[in-house]
T-cell receptor
Framework: DQQVKQNSPSLSVQEGRISILNCDYT??????FLWYKKYPAEGPTFLIS?????DKNEDGRFTVFLNKSAKHLSLHIVPSQPGDSAVYFC???????????FGKGTRLSVIA | DAGITQSPRHKVTETGTPVTLRCHQT?????MYWYRQDPGHGLRLIHY???????DKGEVSDGYSVSRSKTEDFLLTLESATSSQTSVYFC????????????FGEGSWLTVV
């Protein structure tokens, strides 16, 4: 029973264009959401987060959108760069006490 | 970078042998976690700790045990390694008092033959 779903295993985008990575969740108790980026042979690194009291959070080229009614969030990367090629994990939690639950990840390839 | 050190970084072991992975942090964070990453499964929580001697099971805890005798160290033990435990293991830390973000170590690659 997957609580956090990333239904696209992979995504290819042209350099300079927008990358949109999607994530769905089923647990309505989740109130904090994060995106992590992972390069091969390295640990995941924190990218951006959003609390359920917001519907958008922006940090440079990265923006996360949250649609609570649809239990859906997305990560937008604009403009995409070759260095953005990595696996992106969506994660969610109930900030009361539960550990993070991760999706299976989406492999983004940015083509020059 | 968060001060997290995992050891060993790479290990090959035989089926049935015990294996211990160590996570050491210098951030004095209360929470520590062990995740495993496998193709098609993403990151799955094995065990976590919310304080010295306080631990709890995660999603895939069978075959694993943990111990935390000091704030800075969190040990993951495979009592009798199996081939299904071949994986990459990531330690992570967080301090809920300053936010919900968790920070990962660089990983330990374990191969059980």
């Amino acid at each position: 029973d997957q609580q956090v779903k990333q239904n696209s295993p992979s995504l290819s985008v042209q350099e300079g264009r927008i990358s949109i990575l999607n994530c769905d969740y089923t647990n309505s108790m989740f109130d904090y959401f994060l995106w992590y980026k992972k390069y091969p042979a390295e640990g995941p690194t924190f990218l951006i987060s959003i609390s359920s009291i917001k519907d958008k959070n922006e940090d440079g080229r990265f923006t996360v959108f949250l649609n609570k009614s649809a239990k859906h969030l997305s990560l937008h990367i604009v403009p995409s760069q070759p260095g953005d090629s990595a696996v992106y994990f969506c994660a969610a939690m109930n900030s009361g006490n539960t550990p993070l639950v991760f999706g299976k990840g989406t492999r983004l390839s940015v083509i020059a | 970078d968060a001060g997290i050190t995992q050891s060993p970084r790479h290990k090959v072991t035989e089926t049935g042998t015990p294996v211990t992975l160590r996570c050491h942090q210098t951030e004095n964070h209360r929470y520590m976690y062990w995740y495993r990453q496998d193709p098609g499964h993403g990151l799955r929580l094995i065990h976590y700790s919310y304080g010295v001697k306080d631990t709890d099971k995660g999603e895939v805890s069978d075959g694993y045990s943990v111990s935390r005798s000091k704030t800075e160290d969190f040990l993951l033990t495979l009592e009798s390694a199996t081939s299904s435990q071949t994986s990459v293991y990531f330690c992570a830390i967080s301090d809920r008092g300053t936010g919900n973000t968790i920070y990962f170590g660089e990983g330990s690659w374990l191969t059980v033959v």
